[in-house]
Structures are given as structure tokens and as C-alpha cells.
């Protein structure tokens, strides 16, 4: 059964030893950043910080740090993932509309608006300020009617003004630019801490026009439950913790960040714009559900990898993809191995363009294409394979002028303020050449490696996770 709300995956991740409870108060200010900082190196559990600052609600972080824990979201196993994504995917389960839900057990209007009320961190040595790390961003589209819910920082400003980074190419910039062309507001609600298949949904690269809470029904494999805002024309999960009821001004522009990003770098400052709160709902108890931004590791870089993942291979019509790995190092992002059964030469090529061909698959910048004998998770034989199966003047291809990510830092400066993000991107063809004539791979004798599996026991040697 699909998990109803926050509470019930946190009790899962819980009972399963994936989440430590913090009781010790902390500050919001830099201390949880650096306690989560040294949790996610360690590859420790989900935090939840019971006494953060001096808000009475909790904060919970980085409950999906992990492909275990991105699993259980889903209730699953890590090696099922990516076929599950593409079973469930394909048949969409659109939201079902409620009166009501525990999200407006309190509703919150006028003077009473005060985003002090919840713990938010100011996560890294040079932010800008406090920073909303998981913002589910809810816009409609204002001539389709179309929803699309994706995640955007929020750059705390005051008590009722958030800050908002979104590219010109991302949804939520476009229907804001068709609002305004049409002389009307722009509403927008932000929605903090949910069952785990609506963030997974929002941070996935699902091509324009696909209803993401449509597919977090999917991923769930039940409906949403939506319930409409109190003073704008949009429906929100009923059983959010935390709802943000805003509307985005045409002429108010803000200074926003710098902030601590997902590429390890700081997102640069620039004059953005804003959203201005109208009315906060929440459930009695909220959780602030937040992440950790920085250098790899840490969730952004799993939740983004699955997703991309598991697009790409919904969407590559060439056979022969044994497995695809989006490296953590890579951000979860930026660079991709794929490993393939290998057709005739030229092969890794062209599976390399179709990758990059994807929606999925756009944002990318690097991608090496293995053989079908390299585990694409496995960064030593794939260095082997870089090192040994690669001529750089025959296996690399650059690929000019094609869009980015405006939060890479090796962009020049302009592009990353414009958004506009053209960049360059890399294939890497690190199959066998001519693999008829390529040296043989050296192994022990198959007969030997045969008894020593069956006789393992008896060498008494003791091999980590054995």
C-alpha cells in the first residue's frame, strides 16, 4: 500500500534503522547544515531534528540520501527500481479531488502569515540567508489548465516573501510568462513535506505537459488526494504538512542567493523574482521536510539519478542497454555510464546520442558508453574501461551549443545569469574496438574459480558484507 503521508514513511524509515531522531536542540543556523554535512559523508541515516531553533515544529532531512531508502519509498528493492519506474510510469493515476484534508487543520491569514514559525536553516557558510530546500512549486498552466509541480529553492526574504531560481526554460517560467502576457496573476502554492512519490515525482525529468501528480499516482500505485487552497485557484495534496499560498507579482524583483547548490558550488546571486505568501496551512505537529545541498553525497544527487535514469531507458528506442548509472560524483546530473550490448561499430556512439536525445536525458553533459562486462556502478572498472578500450582521437565526441544546466559552475558567467545555459557535452565510446581482434580479458581458470566458490568456507577468509 502506498505510504498516505510523511508521518507513515518516516515510521518506515524508522523501523527499518534508516532514521535517527536528533533530540539535542540545535541551531538553525549553520549547525544542522554541518551535522548533516558529516551524516551524509558517513552514509548515515535520515535525520529528524525534534528541537530546531526555536520553532516548535520539527525538521526532517535527507530521508531519500540513498538507493536503499529511495527503495523503500517505493516499496521495493534497490535492484528493482528502475524497472519499477518504468512499469508504474506508463500508466498515469490522475488526483482525486477532496473536501478537505489535514493540511488545513490550521490555516493561517494576514498578520498570522510568519514563515518564522517553521525551522529553516541557513544551511552553508555563505548563504544568503535561510534557505527552503525541498519546495514543491505548484503552477497551472493559464491556457491549458495543465499542473506542473517541480522543486525550486526558496530564498527566505522576510516573515511573507519567498525568492525563487527558475531557468526560463523550467515550467513553472513559462506559465509565469503566459500569466503575465494575459495581464493576470500568477499563483503559485509551495507544498512542504510529503509522501515520498510526490517529491520523487517533482524532481523528475518528465517531458512537458506530463501531470506530475498525475505520476506520483503512478509511483504510488493509488490517487492522490488533492484539496483546493483557501485564496488561490489551485489544488494541493491533502495531506501535506505544509502549505505556502502565494501569487507571483509581475514587476517585483528581489536579490536571491548565493546558496550552496546540489553541484557543491554556490548558485550565484542575481535579481529574481519573488513570491509573496497570502495565506499558510499546516497540520497540527508540522514536519519541515528539507535537504542538505551541497558537494556529492547527499539526496538531490540520488532523488535527480533514479528519475533521469529510469526516463532514459522509458525513452531509448535502441536495444541493448544492459544498465545506466547517473554518478553520484556527476551531481546526479551531469554524467552518465551506460552499458551496452555492443552491435557493430559506431554502436557506443549512437547509443551515446540517443541518450542525450532524451528529455530525460537533455540536461547531461558527459556520457561513457561500456561494454556489457563493466558494471556501470562500479567507478574502478570503469576507469579500467577508460584506461585500456579508449583512443581519445577516434572515441570522443564534442557536441557544441546545446542546453545545460544554468547552475553549472563551468559555465561562463553570463549564461549562468541569463539561464539560458548553452553548453557543450561529451561521449565517451569506451567499448572494445574491433572487439573480434581486441586483447582477451585475463581471468583465472574457470575450474578453479568454480571450486574455490564451492569450497569457500574452508579458506576461513571472512570478506566485507560476508
Not at 489535514?102 to 490555516?107: Q, S
Not at 512537458?208 to 484539496?227: H, I, K, Q, T, Y
Not at 529510469?310 to 555510464?337: D, H, M, Q, W
Not at 563493466?374 to 546545446?402: G, S
Amino acid at each position: 500500500m502506498a505510504y498516505r503521508d510523511l508521518r507513515a514513511f518516516l515510521h518506515r524509515l524508522e523501523a527499518e534503522g534508516e532514521l535517527a531522531r536528533v533530540k539535542a536542540g540545535v541551531a538553525l543556523e549553520y549547525e544542522v547544515g554541518a551535522i548533516c554535512r558529516k551524516t551524509l559523508d558517513a552514509r548515515g541515516p535520515a535525520l529528524l531534528f525534534e528541537k530546531a531553533g526555536d520553532s516548535a515544529f520539527p525538521l526532517a532531512t535527507d530521508l531519500l540520501a540513498s538507493r536503499r531508502r529511495m527503495a523503500l519509498a517505493l516499496e521495493t528493492e534497490p535492484s528493482e527500481l528502475i524497472r519499477e519506474w518504468g512499469v508504474r510510469t506508463a500508466q498515469p493515476i490522475h488526483p482525486t479531488i477532496v473536501s478537505t484534508g489535514p493540511c488545513k487543520e490550521n490555516i493561517l491569514k494576514g498578520d498570522d502569515v510568519d514563515l518564522f514559525r517553521f525551522p529553516i536553516p541557513v544551511w552553508n557558510a555563505l548563504d544568503g540567508g535561510p534557505f527552503i530546500t525541498l519546495a514543491i512549486h505548484i503552477s497551472k498552466d493559464p491556457e491549458t489548465g495543465e499542473y506542473n509541480a517541480a522543486v525550486y529553492r526558496s530564498h527566505v526574504h522576510d516573515r511573507r516573501t519567498l525568492g525563487i531560481a527558475a531557468a526560463p526554460y523550467r515550467h513553472i517560467s513559462q506559465h509565469r510568462a503566459k500569466a503575465l502576457a494575459r495581464g493576470e496573476p500568477f499563483p503559485v502554492a509551495i507544498v512542504l513535506g510529503v509522501d515520498p512519490s510526490i517529491l520523487i515525482s517533482s524532481v523528475s525529468p518528465f517531458p512537458f505537459g506530463v501531470d506530475e501528480l498525475a505520476m506520483a499516482g503512478a509511483l504510488r500505485e493509488e490517487p492522490l488526494e488533492l484539496v483546493a487552497c483557501e485564496t488561490i485557484p489551485l489544488y494541493v495534496p491533502a495531506h501535506a504538512e505544509i502549505v505556502l499560498e502565494c501569487e507571483m507579482p509581475p514587476d517585483v524583483l528581489h536579490d536571491e542567493g548565493p546558496f550552496g547548490e546540489f553541484t557543491g558550488y554556490y548558485g550565484i546571486e542575481n535579481r529574481r523574482p519573488v513570491l509573496q505568501i497570502k495565506a499558510i496551512t499546516h497540520r497540527h505537529g508540522a514536519i519541515h521536510q528539507a535537504s542538505y545541498e551541497g558537494k556529492p553525497p547527499q539526496e538531490t544527487n540520488v532523488l535527480q539519478a533514479v528519475s533521469i535514469e529510469g526516463e532514459i531507458l522509458k525513452y531509448v528506442s535502441l536495444p541493448g542497454i544492459k544498465a545506466i548509472n547517473v554518478t553520484e560524483g556527476g551531481c546526479g546530473a551531469f554524467n552518465a555510464v551506460v552499458s551496452i550490448q555492443k552491435r557493430f561499430e559506431g554502436y557506443g556512439k549512437m547509443m551515446g546520442m540517443a541518450v542525450l536525445g532524451t528529455w530525460g536525458g537533455r540536461l547531461m553533459k558527459n556520457v561513457t558508453v561500456v561494454d556489457e562486462d563493466i558494471d556501470p556502478y562500479n567507478p574502478t572498472e570503469v576507469e579500467w574501461a577508460l584506461a585500456t578500450r579508449v583512443q581519445p582521437h577516434r572515441d570522443v565526441e564534442i557536441i557544441k551549443e546545446v542546453t545545460g544546466i544554468h547552475l553549472d559552475p563551468s559555465l561562463p558567467l553570463h549564461e549562468r545569469l541569463t539561464g539560458h545555459s548553452r553548453t557543450s557535452k561529451m561521449i565517451i565510446d569506451a567499448t572494445r574496438h574491433d572487439a573480434k581482434e581486441f586483447e582477451i580479458v585475463c581471468s583465472p581458470e574457470k575450474g578453479a574459480v568454480e571450486k574455490v566458490e564451492r569450497e569457500w568456507a574452508k579458506y576461513g577468509i571472512r570478506l566485507p558484507g560476508g
